[in-house]
């Protein structure tokens, strides 16, 4: 019980550390110190779900460390470092930004995260490791995902691009929600269940 205590309060400490980078980096996008912040964000990212999928002991694995849940979460971490160094790799090569390659990225950091995500997702609700309801929360955090990137689509189809124009400030704003989500919302609900951990209690003294 204890070693399920500290790792997720350990690693629900980095998702929220997470999300305040995130913020830190939207606020100052493109400024001195971006690509720092950016590394640093990524990093804190993999450690706190990688520690989330393998815990410090079995029974502190959210996904009881079955090999497909384990899988899944691994690419859920270590994906944006990836892309941030194939991103770096690609822009040596076509500065431009208008090669084969960089649709082929843009493609593939929409669905491998995704897909990754949601097989984690299922692998962590039926693990039951994580009390319910609250199993079920990474899904939900992916389905506002999957909603916040669909509603510019819709109203770009619908609206055209001049009249999305007015509303694009509030679409960005309404695009990081789910970013907030994944991080300082699963870190805070990972800490209160953590906190709800207790050990099983031991009768010292029995009345006659």
Do not use: K, N
Request: aromatic letters at 8%; a positive charge.
């Amino acid at each position: 019980m204890r070693q399920v205590t500290r790792t997720w309060t350990i690693a629900g400490s980095g998702l929220i550390l997470c999300g305040v980078l995130g913020m830190m980096r939207f606020t100052m996008y493109g400024g001195p110190g971006t690509a720092v912040l950016t590394a640093v964000a990524d990093v804190v990212w993999a450690v706190a779900v990688l520690l989330f999928a393998i815990g410090l002991s079995r029974e502190a694995s959210v996904v009881a460390r079955r090999p497909l849940g384990l899988t899944a979460l691994a690419i859920v971490a270590l994906w944006p470092l990836a892309a941030t160094a194939l991103g770096a790799a690609l822009s040596q090569t076509d500065p431009t930004g208008a090669g084969a390659g960089w649709q082929v990225l843009g493609y593939a950091s929409l669905l491998i995260p995704a897909a990754a995500g949601l097989i984690g997702g299922v692998q962590l609700g039926r693990a039951g490791v994580i009390p319910a309801p609250w199993r079920w929360a990474p899904l939900w955090v992916l389905a506002a995902q999957a909603a916040a990137w669909a509603l510019p689509q819709i109203l770009f189809v619908a609206l055209g691009p001049d009249d999305v124009q007015p509303v694009a400030a509030a679409l960005a704003a309404i695009g990081t929600l789910p970013f907030l989500a994944a991080t300082v919302g699963l870190g805070v609900l990972a800490l209160v269940l953590a906190a709800r951990q207790r050990p099983a209690s031991v009768d010292v003294f029995r009345s006659a």
